[in-house]
């Protein structure tokens, strides 16, 4: 319930209504004993008969209100929605119909009453006034009404009588009369505050039990929704902790294999050579690289590729715990065998190596992998696992350039060389800046007519004193990335001396270039740079490119090949033959130029010259010129030229001279008849 201001004053409404109503029976009674003792207390009075109708009057008023009464608390009290002012005005005609007959026993009698019934009639009277102060203090104007009706009327007539001390009883009573209406103003006043107060306080109290109510009930709900909270969190925690489980597994499982990962196998290693150490026994580190695997995923699709991986995995599982074994990469893989020699790890990478060399057949389809396995040693070689996997790694690598196949354990040897080529690495980082670089150029002659068709530029290094050929030095400056700014100080130099040879104005230059410098996208820049500075006409410079383009990102090398061969620059395969290319891949890449390596050239007496011959069937059909690298002798030259290659380039003509030497060489001056003859 709402404690609204217009609820407030139903309530209090009622209350009045209550209170007035609650003494009834006792107002009846003392009117009824007071009316009874002025009708019958005097014995010499000259009107009892007029009193004793006055009397029935008044109990024939008392009679209903008693009735009323008692029908008012039986039935409309109980109800809580009564009409409080409705009840007062039916309380308050009953009241001052019982007032009225009380003023008219002094109008009826008064003449008559001696001295003492006029006195004990006014103090009756008087009585009854003050005595309904308390009884009808919750209504004012019944309240001052009542006092009024029952003091005006026998008060006027006593002043207005002739009788001094009527005068005086008269005058007391409208005195006591206007008294009361202040007093009864004033009770009645703090009797509705009181009431007033008492209900709003009830109303707080409703309120205050509704809201306690209320706040049960959400509490309640509360609760409830704790309850179930709970349940939710209790399974979510559950969840979670799955799928933390799960992710944790993910993040040191290869999903493939579920072998470890990379940095799974690292700390796994790292705990396992810790141990190693500290009890003095061997570990050995094998790392396993497939051979051929590339193939199989560039030609039969990786899901085959995934499952041939798998099957390896399974393979490498018979030989090891599978917690020991990792995921390097793609087709590499990390095994941990603690209490192992070496010897036995070698043992152990050979049964290894011919179980995965065993036909894996996958939808229906039989199809070989090699492997090749380099093997480091804890603690001789290292007590880090960091290390260890990188002294591995090395091996591997030496294995790979060396097509070496059978396990090969770490040693100091390698390690010195690897420690001769860190040198040399810092070396090239400074090789530019030092000055350290130079160029020298060996020709290539027309076989026809032995007039010169280029000049290769071929790189050299000063470093140190010490002679560094660019077999050592070019595949270090190609791991590391140095060849981008490498290549292009050689593109620079070749071009501004070619541009220089007044007495080969016409030949070209032949620049190496490195598969990792083409694929570079600051290349075609490089190469804008070395003609604009040097001012040598594109048609003067060629390009050799190694057959490893071959294998590369196809397009984006057809890419770059398109962007050179419109500036009119031409371009070689160099060392055809001995790698990845095959006849039919000559076809794919428009190349004006290809030079058969040397090693053909040295095996002419054997099988070299059926090769030779099918590569110039094939340069011929592709419109496509050939050179023969490494010409030494005049039988080579002979047969070379009887053959139909193109050019000649070799010891025969000329060693690789510095580009003075060159100009010198090629000054008709010094009397050289032919180049050949030159060099002899
Ligand atoms: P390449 O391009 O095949 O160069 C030919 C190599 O064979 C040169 O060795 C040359 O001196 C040598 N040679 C030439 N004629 C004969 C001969 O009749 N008999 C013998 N035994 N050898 C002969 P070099 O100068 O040591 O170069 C080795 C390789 O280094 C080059 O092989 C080339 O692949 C690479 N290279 C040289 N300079 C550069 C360069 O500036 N950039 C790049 N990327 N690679 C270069
Ligand atoms: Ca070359
Ligand atoms: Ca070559």
Redesign the pocket.
Known sequence: MSNTSAELRVLNSQDAAKLLYSNTTAACLITLASSSALAFGFSDSLVSSTKLIWWGCMLLTLIPRQLDGYFWQRKIQPRRDFDGDAAQRRFGIGCLTTAIVWASLPLLTFDRLNMIEFSTTVIVLSSMAAGGQSILAANARIAISYALILLIPISILGITSQDDFRILLGGLGLVFGIALVFTYSKAVKFTLESINTRNMYLAMGEQLREDKQQLGKVNKELSQAYDKLNVVNSTLEEEVNKRTEKIAKLSYLDPLTKLMNRKAFTHTLSKLTTRAAQSNSDLALLFIDLDGFKKINDTMGHQIGDSVLQEVTRRISAFADTNKIGRWNGDEFLVALPYSDSQTAQAIASAMISSISQAIVVNNSSMHVGATVSIAMCPEHSTQAAELIQFADLVMCEQKATSNRLPTVFSNELQQRIVASQSILEGLQHAIERQQFY??Y?PIICAKDNTFGSF?????WDFADRFI???QF?PL??KSGL?IS??AW?LNRACMDASHWQHAHNAAVS????VI?LMDDSFIRALDNALRSSGLPPDRLHL?I?ESIFVDNKSKIKQQLKEIQTRNIQVSI??FGTGYSSLSQLQTLSVNQV?I??SFIDNMNNNGEAIIRATLFITSELNCKTVA????TIEQVEALTAMGVDFL????FA??MRNEQLIEWLNPINDITSVASATK
């Open positions: 160029l020298c060996q290769e530029a071929l790189l050299r050929g660019p077999d070019i400056a190609e060849i490498i290549g050689v620049v190496n270039v490195s410098q050799e190694t160099d060392d030079k390596d040397k690298e490494g010409v030494e380039q070799g010891f025969y060693k690789p």
